[in-house]
């Protein structure tokens, strides 16, 4: 028996009766006693027994064991163990038919079944011969496997140069697991003259490469690296073909420059067949203080336009240091987009999503904060892409605006007050607008005394808006100033019932609350003011309750009315997780609101549209939400937003929503991602699988497509395969249509044919889940021997 156990089985201790009664008692006798200072609480030590990775120090002080059938040695010279032989140090397990080892020189042989479990991975073969401190020597005809990824193949010889550097010689690589069968072959692998592969940066180098998929050679590569996980690493990416409707053929060889652990950059320059080369590019950088993304693309000659194209996006937030005694950092914020010329958004709608709409904000601000005192300094102005077809009134640039808050919760008798300036000046074309220019100071002050107590709350408040306008040109009534000032009064109020039921069998605590809230602004003509950012506000449950009924500050509406609302929400007690909740709110009007937009009507029915809202999270696979605009003297909708969510498990979702504004849009939006085989009972995902997954926007208004995203998925275990074909309305009667192949060698690669189908399918399908996600890091433990 070896050493180690014997000296284990000697230290067993064992309680008898009488013992065990001892300490059933003991808590009762020192009870009687006088109670003594209580001990402090036990700490956890940690312990190194288990760690993921042994640092080399503790290493080389860490015992060898040896067992076997027979054993043979010279002490502090050399051991011969025959049958069964097993070698362990820390985190490496040798096994074999025969190990021999010199203890002067460090030197391990081996041979007949020979085994190695090195921090998880594995090699096998028929003989060894190393240096175990040092982990270094020679493998003959070994087999591997590789624990970050999973991966395998055979070579005629490993070279191990430490414990994380091995050279494969005539190796191959392939992530396929073995199959019954002696003519079976992986779907991919990889032949090489040698792969060398480091697990400490997580990389292999292979030289001689050739990757075939169903033995049938796809790419050679005369040198190639390649990642052993998602760990970045600088290189050439996998190049992508395509087919599009606008571009033609298209060829894009990306590189990846992994710069810094902060900072990396991809170069993604692609070859249109009908329109020429494309330069684009990202830069990511991220420090403690701040973080940005610079994503731009150049075409010098674009033979679509015959002229030179080019777009940028860059955003940044961060903080940055004044440099000002007692002022300390400032909040810095950049979004900056501009493209070259108007037809940008439909030309390349393979750029971001930010670069294709027809609004391009370049916005910069910088803000300060200090105790109750905030401010800020912002710069706005658009890009306004016009189409010819539809073209859009720009909105107003802001050059500058400058905003103030000072707002204080803690005045005596339980008041509380704040203070808002904002002054801004607006810019854009008169031309367009038809109206001046104006720069506007705007301050808003208020104050209220919230009585909140549980069961009920009670909230007034008295609000003083005061306005003043200069304007560039005369208005309408030759008037180059206008100032307004109102005051505005409100009472918010409500109550929260509660009570436990149950419903289905399901313990439930469930809630009443009716809410109160009463308005009152007197009416301050405002219809010779321009506007320059107000707008009416959504009717919903959000904004029901507000004082206003416009956004912005150019319109103050005057009121004299009371809003009511009841709601009642089911929660489980245990842990207030809210599994649904139902509403319902009216406004009841006393007097007209005369205050309107341009071209809008006084408001003069006494009862608003019914508010109706229902949300439905009973079950954690499916949800419901839906909100109802209903008009109670049509007895109708005027508007109407239903949406489900059914997620039964992983990689199954289908969601749909229902929007309808009458007289204005209707449409249907379907999402999902299922596996077809789960439609003849297969529960549970395995490798050989179809998964259907697409977005369907329908507008039932006009009777066609919007947008559409469909694709198919199919999981064969080392492989995946994806087709994913998309539309996307560019104009009222154009649109540009797509198709993007992917073949992905799990553990390896991807090769992409078009847009790469991963981003499109995230992009649009809410709940997407990639077929891979590595959701744990691979464990050593996982290959313990």
């Given amino acids: 028996m070896p050493e180690f156990q014997r000296s284990f089985r000697r230290s067993r201790f064992t309680l008898t009766p009488v013992a065990f009664v001892a300490i059933a008692l003991l808590p009762f006798a020192l009870h009687a006693q006088d109670a003594p200072e209580p001990d402090p609480p036990l700490v956890l030590k940690s312990s190194p027994l288990l760690q993921e990775q042994i640092p080399q120090a503790m290493r080389d002080q860490m015992p060898t064991f040896f067992s076997g059938d027979h054993t043979l040695g010279r002490p502090d010279l050399d051991t011969v163990i025959e049958g069964n032989a097993v070698m362990r140090k820390g985190d490496m397990v040798i096994k074999a038919d025969r190990v021999e080892y010199y203890q002067p020189d460090d030197l391990l042989k081996a041979r007949g079944n020979v085994h190695i479990n090195s921090a998880g991975n594995i090699y096998e073969g028929p003989t060894l011969q190393l240096k175990v401190d040092a982990f270094e020597g020679f493998f003959d005809q070994p087999r591997y496997q590789i624990l970050k990824n999973g991966a395998y193949g055979e070579a005629s010889r490993a070279d191990f140069i430490d414990d994380k550097r091995v050279v494969l010689h005539n190796a191959t690589y392939s992530t396929c697991r073995r199959q019954p069968g002696p003519d079976w072959l992986p779907d991919w692998i990889l032949k090489a003259t040698s792969i060398s592969i480091d697990t400490e940066e997580e990389v292999g180098v292979a030289d001689g490469a050739v990757l075939r998929f169903k033995d049938v050679p796809i790419m050679a590569f ?10 970045r690493k600088s290189g050439f990416l996998p190049p992508t073909i395509g087919l599009d409707s606008v571009n033609g053929a298209e060829l894009t060889v990306p590189y990846y420059w992994n710069i810094a652990p902060n900072r990396d950059a991809t170069l993604f320059p692609t070859l249109m067949s009908k329109r020429g080369v494309d330069f684009g590019g990202e830069f990511r950088y991220l420090e403690p203080d701040y973080r940005g993304t610079l994503r731009a693309n150049f075409m010098p000659d674009d033979k679509l336009r015959d002229s030179s194209r080019w777009g940028y996006a860059f955003t940044h937030t961060g903080t940055i240091d004044s440099g000002l005694s007692g002022v300390g950092k400032l909040g810095l914020n950049l979004n900056l987009n501009r493209v070259s010329d108007n037809n940008y958004w439909t030309d390349f709608t393979q750029t971001s999503s930010t670069l294709t709409q027809r609004l391009l904000s370049n916005d910069a601000s910088v803000s300060w904060s200090r105790g109750n005192f905030t401010t800020s300094v912002r710069t706005l102005k658009w890009q306004t892409i016009q189409s010819i077809s539809s073209p859009i009134v720009p909105p107003y640039d802001r050059l500058p605006q400058l905003t103030a808050r000072y ?26 607008t038809l109206q001046p220019n104006a720069k506007r100071a705007f301050v808003l002050g208020q104050i209220s005394r919230p009585w909140v107590a549980p069961g009920w709350f009670l909230t007034p408040k008295v609000q003083l808006h005061a306005t003043n306008y200069t304007f560039d040109e005369p208005l309408a009534n030759g008037a180059t100033n206008a100032s307004r000032t109102v005051p505005t009064f409100s009472l918010d109020s409500g109550l929260i019932f509660e009570r436990d039921t149950s419903f289905w069998g399901k313990a439930l605590r469930q809630t009443l609350e009716p809410r109160a809230f009463y308005v009152n602004t007197p009416y301050r003509n405002q219809s010779n003011l321009p506007i320059y950012d107000s707008g009416a506000n959504d009717f919903n449950f959000a904004t029901v309750f507000t004082e206003n009924a416009f956004a912005g500050n150019d319109r103050i509406s005057d009121n004299n009315l009371l809003t009511l609302g009841l709601t009642t929400r089911f929660l489980e007690p245990e842990t207030g997780a809210e599994l649904a909740r139902f509403g319902i709110a009216q406004r009841l009007r006393f007097q007209d609101q005369n205050v309107t937009l341009p071209g809008g009507t006084p408001v003069s029915d006494r009862l608003s549209d019914v508010l109706v809202g229902a949300q439905l999270n009973w079950d954690p696979r499916w949800s419901f939400d839906s909100t109802v605009q209903y008009n109670p003297k049509t007895g109708r909708s005027e508007r109407s937003t239903v949406g489900g969510r059914w997620n039964p498990g992983n990689y199954r979702v289908i969601s749909a929503n229902y929007r309808y504004q009458r007289g204005t849009s209707e449409q ?24 259907s997954v697409g977005r369907m926007n329908y507008s039932m208004q006009d009777r066609k497509m919007v947008d559409a995203v469909l694709g198919f998925e199919y999981d064969a275990g080392c492989w995946l395969g994806r087709v994913v074909l998309s539309r996307t309305q560019t104009s009222t009667s154009t649109a540009s249509q797509k198709i993007a192949f992917q073949l992905e060698f799990v553990g390896f690669t991807r090769l992409g044919v078009g847009t790469n189908p991963l981003s499109v399918l995230k992009e649009n399908i809410p709940r997407y889940q990639y077929l891979r996600e590595q959701i744990s890091t691979p464990s050593r433990f996982s290959q313990y021997d």
């Fill in 407 to 432: 707002a204080r919760y803690d005045l005596p008798g339980g008041l509380d007050a704040s203070v808002d300036g904002d002054y801004t000046e607006f810019s854009a074309d008169r031309s367009l």
């Fill in 668 to 691: 249907i939006d379907i999402g999902w991602q299922w596996p077809l085989s789960a439609l003849w009972g297969d529960a549970e995902p395995s490798a050989g699988r179809w998964y």
């Fill in 222 to 231: 005369p040198a190639m690296d390649f990642p052993l996980s998602e760990k």
